[in-house]
């Protein structure tokens, strides 16, 4: 990824997170990212520091790897107990709160999530498994969700879809 694109991906995320802390974590995880996505060797040299950086400072209270797939825009309120797999894929302008559990079914077929577009995921929400959550889900606090949820539905205890309200 180009130096340019992964600074307009940056500018959305700042815009929508307010804290410096989430600003450094943004800027971190985006140009580490990209080093990881890289097929040179030079590209995996490069990620070596953005590891170290992820593992001492905010993978010390979360979990997310380098390698995840984040689009750009995101907001991420509270960046404490937020634990992403690897091979998870998040849509672009997607809130995240924390104590957030995005992960891989590894008794059925090591396959993570993919999240659509404005996708609201409330606290200590857990999402599991190969499944697809479609664009414009909230996915209500404490939610176990572990079937994919069609486009503009709300989601509440386990697997629980209803419509969501205008108002």
Do not use: W
Not at 139 to 150: D, L, M
Not at 152 to 157: E, P
């Amino acid at each position: 990824m180009r130096t340019k694109d992964i600074k307009l991906i940056i500018d959305k995320d700042l815009d929508r997170n307010k804290d410096i802390k989430n600003h450094l974590f943004f800027c971190i995880f985006r140009f580490g990212n990209s080093f990881i996505n890289g097929n040179t060797i030079f590209d995996r040299i490069c990620s070596i520091p953005f590891r170290i950086i992820m593992k001492l400072t905010y993978n010390k209270y979360n979990h997310i790897p380098l390698e995840t797939n984040i689009g750009g825009g995101e907001r991420i309120p509270h960046l404490l107990g937020i634990v992403l797999s690897g091979k998870a894929s998040i849509g672009e302008q997607c809130t995240i709160m924390h104590q957030v559990t995005i992960g891989v079914d590894e008794l059925k077929n090591n396959k993570a999530p993919v999240i659509g577009n404005n996708v609201f995921i409330g606290a200590g929400a857990k999402i599991i498994g190969n499944i697809t959550v479609g664009n414009n889900v909230v996915i209500g606090a404490g939610a176990i969700v572990t079937k994919s949820v069609p486009n503009g539905k709300t989601v509440v205890g386990i697997n629980r879809i209803i419509e969501q309200s205008n108002g």
